[in-house]
């Protein structure tokens, strides 16, 4: 028998996951729940079913027709859905970021301690074929002792989204909570702790200058360094920029340690490995520098994807994993404190820009 799976939001991402799930197998989508009407009916259009329409989460919630549900509501709505959503026995999948404070990030903590039943925060892009591979790879040696962690996204603005919330900090956290938690939540997993200490230098240039809504100017950052400090010594850096559209390989992760060098890009699906001793044999020292003579390059793609999506596969694998959890009653691979840890990164990355010092992690 299908799970039967409830969306709370259905905009863009909302629609994302219902792709997903429909056509993973072994679930179907029978309740929406969205306040705009264009929004639901659209999400009802690709459900592939009859899904029951609301226009409140908590109608959603009691109505008995749901056993997990997804929340992919704007940023600053999670803390309300997640204090009735987790206050129930339902699977609960969260799309990221957990919340926009905090504040709010500690009180979902406690409500989830209080719960029994499997909760999942939506951070996809650990899941991403090539970068899951660099991931692997390093945690196996294959560059030795990590030494530095980097991730630079040079990208196009963001996308229009229903009553332009994407498009204010007080709504998202700030562009550094709201696309950069993935990225934060990367180097932790790699590194394997929480930074110290961060340092972030960033503004609004290019992007949204002209905008307003409601009288309200746009306010989200399009540029930004964030420098990362961990107690192991390990560093790491972010490089965004949002007026890139130029770019091929948008997203390019890389991992160097003291014997070699782990690198995914994306959207071309490469991974490119090199070791520091097999480069010396090759090429010899001091010859041929920067030239990646040595270098392993492969593609790196899972043919289990049925559906790639917006994140190269990534949604999908995680919606296969989130699944698996609900029906073997398995702990949740990516956990609310993996939410919480990366929203608070980049809120400090933000106070950081704000107040010109680094900021230490245990001021937050």
Known sequence: ?????????????????????????????????????????????????????????????????????????????????????????????????????????????????????????????????????VINRAANGAVGKIQQVSIREHREPFYPKVENWNRFSARTGGTLVEKCCHYFNLMDLIIGSQPQKVYASGGQNVNHLDEKYDGQQADMLDSAFVILDYANGIRAMLDLCMFAEGSYDKEILTVVGDEGK??????????????????????????????????????????SVKYLGHH??????????????????????????????????GLAAHKSIKEGRAIILSEM
């Open 262 to 303: 782990l690198e995914s890009f994306l959207p071309s699906l490469n991974v490119r490995y090199s070791r520091r001793e097999d480069w010396g044999k090759r090429s010899g020292w001091g010859q041929g520098e920067g030239t990646g003579r040595g270098s392993e390059i492969k593609q790196v793609f899972d043919l």
């Open 1 to 133: 028998m299908d799970l039967r799976y409830g969306i709370i939001g259905s905009g863009s991402m909302g629609r994302e996951h219902i792709e997903n799930i429909k056509i993973m197998g072994g679930a179907s989508i029978t309740a929406i729940s969205d306040p705009n009407e264009n929004s639901r009916e659209l999400a009802k259009t690709i459900s592939g079913g009859a899904p029951k329409l609301f226009t409140d989460h908590r109608e959603l919630l009691s109505s008995g027709l749901v056993d997990a549900v997804v929340i992919a509501t704007p940023n600053d709505t999670h803390v309300k859905i997640l204090e009735d959503a987790l206050a129930t026995d339902l699977a609960v999948f969260v799309e990221k970021p957990l919340a926009t404070t905090v504040e709010d990030c500690r009180k979902i903590i406690d409500w989830d301690s209080k719960r029994s039943a499997l909760t999942w925060m939506g951070l996809e892009y650990r899941f991403m074929p090539p970068v899951n591979e």
């Open 312 to 345: 190269y596969g990534a949604s999908y694998i995680e919606h296969v994993k989130f699944r698996d959890a609900i029906l073997n009653k398995t702990a949740a691979e990516v956990t609310l404190k993996d939410g919480a840890t990366s929203v608070i990164t």
